[in-house]
């Protein structure tokens, strides 16, 4: 477990070094970051369920301009932007649309 939590803290850290998120991780993070908008999990769980540090997913909500959830708007413009992001990272999202208001 510790060998596993040293490789996975190194493989984050070298990640937010070079800019270049695994696969793996982008799409636990992606897929967590949709719950959250949609108020099933909190912002630490998310970090928790993606398996990453919460300063790396503040530094990943940062860098990608999405919003912390305060108003309605924050919600509908986050999942709008979650599910850009997935889009273009290549992810399928059929099942996960929803018709937002405008």
């Known amino acids: 477990m510790l060998i596993f939590l040293y490789r996975t803290t190194t493989l984050i850290m070298i990640t937010m070094a070079f800019k270049k998120i695994p ?19 909190t912002f630490e769980k998310v970090a928790e369920d993606a398996g990453v540090p919460l300063y790396f997913l503040i530094r990943y909500v940062n860098d990608y301009d ?3 959830v305060h108003t ?4 509908t413009d986050g999942v709008k932007k979650v599910l850009e992001l997935m889009k273009e ?4 999202t ?6 937002l208001p405008a």
């Open 66 to 68: 999405l919003p912390i």
């Open 94 to 99: 059929g099942k996960l649309e929803i018709k």
């Open 72 to 75: 309605d708007k924050d919600v």
């Open 89 to 92: 990272k290549g992810m399928n």
């Open 23 to 41: 696969k793996e991780f982008e799409e636990k993070i992606l897929l967590a970051l949709y719950r959250y908008y949609l108020h099933d999990i």
